[in-house]
C-alpha cells in the first residue's frame, strides 16, 4: 500500500512537472528569468534548436559551425510545415567532395545548406571546420539568405545591413552587435526566434 502511494505521489508530481516550462531537460541549467527564455521555450519547442547529450542547453557556449546548419536545416522543415517551399530543396544531389568528414554529426545539415545555395560557394573551409565556432556575421549571412529563399527580402544591401536593420541580430549592451565576435546559443535562439518573425508569424 505504501508503494502504491508513493506511486501516485510521483506520478503526481511527474504530472505538474511535465506541464512546467522550467523542468524541460533542455532548460533546467538555463536562468528562468533570462530575458532569452521565450525565445528559447519557442524555437526549441518547434525543434529547431536541441541541446547537448548531457541534457543541458549551455546558453553561454559559443555555436559551433555545424550546430548552426543543424538549426537552418531543422527551420526549413518547420516553414515547410507551414507551406513554405524552398526552391531547389528538393533537387536530387550528391556532393563530391569532403568524403574524409561524411561520418560527422552536421555533414548531412551542411550538404543541405550547399543544394539550396544557402553556401554559395564550394565551402571547403567551412567544410573542415565544422566544430569551430561562428561569428555572427556568419549567422547574418545565412538569415539572409534564408529570407531572400523564401522572397521576403530585396536583393540590394548587404546582409550585415539587411540583418541589423530587420531585427535579426542582438544588440550587444553598448548599442552595437559586434558582427566579428563569436556568437553565444542563447542569442541563436533570440536570432532565429526572430528569424521565424519575418518568414513564418504565425509560428
Not at 504530472?15 to 530575458?35: E, K, N
Not at 561520418?103 to 560557394?121: L, N, P, Q, S
Amino acid at each position: 500500500m505504501r508503494k502504491l502511494a508513493i506511486l501516485i505521489a510521483l506520478g503526481a508530481m511527474l504530472g505538474v512537472a511535465a506541464g512546467a516550462w522550467a523542468q524541460d531537460y533542455i532548460t533546467q541549467t538555463v536562468p528562468p528569468m533570462a530575458p532569452y527564455m521565450h525565445d528559447l521555450e519557442r524555437v526549441y519547442g518547434l525543434g529547431v534548436i536541441m541541446g547537448h547529450e548531457d541534457g543541458t542547453f549551455r546558453p553561454d557556449d559559443y555555436v559551433e559551425r555545424a550546430e548552426m546548419f543543424c538549426a537552418f536545416s531543422r527551420l526549413i522543415d518547420v516553414c515547410r510545415i507551414q507551406g513554405l517551399e524552398l526552391p531547389r530543396d528538393y533537387e536530387p544531389f550528391l556532393v563530391t567532395y569532403g568524403r574524409g568528414v561524411r561520418d560527422h554529426w552536421g555533414m548531412e545539415a551542411w550538404e543541405r545548406m550547399v543544394k539550396t545555395y544557402m553556401i554559395d560557394r564550394r565551402p571547403v573551409p567551412e567544410l573542415m571546420d565544422l566544430d569551430a565556432p561562428i561569428k555572427r556575421i556568419e549567422f547574418a549571412q545565412f538569415a539572409v539568405r534564408l529570407m531572400r529563399g523564401y522572397g521576403v527580402l530585396p536583393q540590394d544591401l548587404t546582409p550585415a545591413e539587411i540583418a541589423i536593420g530587420d531585427g535579426i541580430m542582438v544588440t550587444q549592451p553598448d548599442g552595437f552587435v559586434h558582427m566579428q565576435e563569436a556568437m553565444p546559443r542563447w542569442e541563436m535562439a533570440v536570432a532565429l526566434s526572430r528569424l521565424l518573425d519575418r518568414i513564418a508569424p504565425t509560428l
